[in-house]
């Protein structure tokens, strides 16, 4: 978290020098300020893992677009053809995630992705209760969402 604030703080830097306000002038600072940040990482400990943390945000925000599109067309098409292909089901999916804000954080990424929607926690909090609108291959669903928390811990461990 420090290290992008400073990112930021060098972005802001950079336009208010350069006098240029534009888009691509505004990218260039954040990609020096991740360069100059990336070199002085070692010697500042507040800064340590910072450069590895921001490649592996940009992977999962990627990975989680596609996921995005690729439920929003798999809904979109099962609800313009008039036979309806979905099968709904709840599913008991084990959890790795262990804090709090972990629990959150893979329970709202899977209900943002259409055709899922978490339920609820065990009181242990170790199963999360998903309900999936399509239910074809219960093992290959609950795969893919053991995929995502995994990417998703990933960004912060």
């Not at 170790?126 to 399509?134: C, E, K, N, P, S």
């Not at 053991?146 to 960004?155: C, K, Q, T």
């Amino acid at each position: 978290m420090i290290g992008a604030a400073w990112n930021l703080l060098l972005t802001l830097a950079w336009v208010v020098l350069t006098g240029d306000f534009s888009g691509l002038n505004l990218l260039a600072g954040l990609v020096f300020g991740y360069l100059a940040l990336a070199l002085i990482q070692s010697q500042v400990p507040g800064l340590a893992g910072y450069a590895q943390r921001v490649p592996r945000l940009l992977l999962f925000v990627g990975f989680f677009i596609k996921e995005l599109v690729t439920a929003n067309l798999r809904v979109a098409f099962d609800i313009i053809t008039p036979p309806w292909h979905m099968r709904p089901g709840v599913i008991a999916m084990p959890l790795t995630a262990k804090t709090d804000f972990e629990i959150t954080f893979v329970a709202n990424l899977i209900s943002l992705t259409p055709g899922t929607l978490s339920l609820d926690v065990s009181d242990d909090r170790r199963v999360l209760y998903i309900h999936a609108m399509f239910l074809d291959d219960e093992e290959s669903l609950r795969d893919g969402l053991a995929e995502m928390e995994r990417r998703a811990l990933a960004l912060f461990r």
